[in-house]
């Protein structure tokens, strides 16, 4: 079957691949969607692994229910990516997402389990999720990245009336805000160095305002917002500067979660959070409920996750779309790729 693979620095290829096989216990699916994540780009520009075809948001239809009793072929399921070991401290604690182990064979995200940029795939048993007749597949397709923001979000311990700023208006930024406007911050802002993206978060309705996070004047504009600095910054880009612009914009004792990935490490001025007395909150992934409570959310109307999609795009486009989404200048945030298209 037609995949599309890495192939180099910020280069695929279209590639055939064999199709996924039964075990017995894997749920194979014919792939309706899959989202083109932040985290991609990372494994597209640094062009490795080689070979890795990605895809880790997705939706698709039951070919093969596998081991899953309560599945039957035409179901509509969804997934999560992570390949917890289900012995260690963090999966019997109720938190696979930091297992050592969940990257090591996650779906799309490892040479050992193809993603959803092909048009079937085997996914691990216990980790799919019935998806609601009610939602699309587009919605059902964007559940990971609701997760990651729900789960930030969460871990943020936003206060009604705390003023929040989102470093950078990406995907994971934008979920980000709308969480924090639900959980009742007063003031939500987005931070951003792509203009067109910083305006879409205010058109879109998940941010009260945005700063550009270029300008020289960046601090005197978070202290006319905030006179102290922000309650809570939520960092997702990954990148040196966008944490160092955190750890200035909050306010001192104030939390930042970290939720931008960066593979290299990353230089950033500790003084300051020594100084200031911040508090430095992790965020990867997200646990199972709050996978299912995002299709919930969706599910009930609570949310509108459609009005984050910009374009449904076959395997052919993938790569302009990825070198679309990364031009610093589009105001494209998320691109769903149809692999039958
Ligand atoms: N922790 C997790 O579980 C998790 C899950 C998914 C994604 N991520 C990471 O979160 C980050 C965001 O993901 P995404 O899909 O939204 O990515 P994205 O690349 O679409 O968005 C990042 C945005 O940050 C902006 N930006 C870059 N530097 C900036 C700066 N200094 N100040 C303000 N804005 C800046 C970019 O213009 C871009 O719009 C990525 O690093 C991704 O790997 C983490
Ligand atoms: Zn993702
Ligand atoms: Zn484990």
Not at 209 to 232: H, L, Q, R, Y
Not at 242 to 253: E, H, I, P, R, Y
């Amino acid at each position: 079957m037609r995949s599309v693979a890495i192939k180099g620095k910020r280069e695929f290829e279209i590639k055939e691949i064999s199709e996924p096989v039964s075990d017995g216990k894997n749920v194979i699916i014919d792939v309706k969607k899959t989202g083109i994540c932040g985290s991609d780009i990372h494994y597209w520009v640094a062009g490795e692994p080689v070979g890795l075809v990605m895809g880790h948001e997705y939706v698709g239809v039951v070919t093969n229910p596998g081991s899953r009793e309560d599945l039957k072929v035409g179901d509509r399921v969804t997934a999560l990516p992570i390949s917890p070991c289900l012995s260690c401290h963090a999966c019997k604690s109720g938190n696979p997402q930091y297992c050592i182990h969940t990257w090591d064979n996650a779906t799309g995200l490892s040479l050992t389990n193809p993603g959803g940029l092909a048009p079937k795939m085997a996914i691990r048993p216990d980790m799919v999720v019935k998806v609601p007749d009610n939602i699309t597949d587009e919605e059902a397709a964007m559940t990971e990245p609701t997760a990651v923001g729900l789960h930030a979000s969460r871990l943020a311990d936003i206060k009604v009336g705390d003023k929040v700023l989102v470093v950078g208006g990406g995907i994971i930024g934008l979920v980000s805000a709308m969480f924090a406007k639900m959980e009742g911050a007063s003031l939500v802002v987005v931070s951003e160095t792509n203009k067109a993206r910083g305006e879409k978060a205010v058109s879109l309705g998940v941010a009260d305002d945005w700063m550009d996070a270029t300008d020289p004047k960046f601090m005197e504009n978070v202290m006319s917002k905030t006179e102290i600095g922000f309650d809570i910054v939520i960092e997702c880009c990954g990148n040196a500067k966008a944490v160092s612009s955190s750890l200035m914009a909050v306010k001192t004792g104030g939390t930042v979660v970290l939720v931008g990935v960066s593979i290299d490490p990353v230089s950033i001025p500790t003084a300051i959070a020594v100084m200031h007395e911040l508090k430095l909150q992790g965020a990867i992934a997200y646990t199972k409920e709050e996978f299912q409570t995002c299709i919930d959310l969706m599910s009930s109307k609570k949310i509108d996750m459609l009005k984050f999609l910009d374009s449904v795009v076959g395997l052919e486009d993938v790569q302009s779309s990825y070198e679309k989404l990364t031009s610093g200048v589009s105001d494209a945030v998320k691109i769903i790729v149809d692999p039958n298209k």
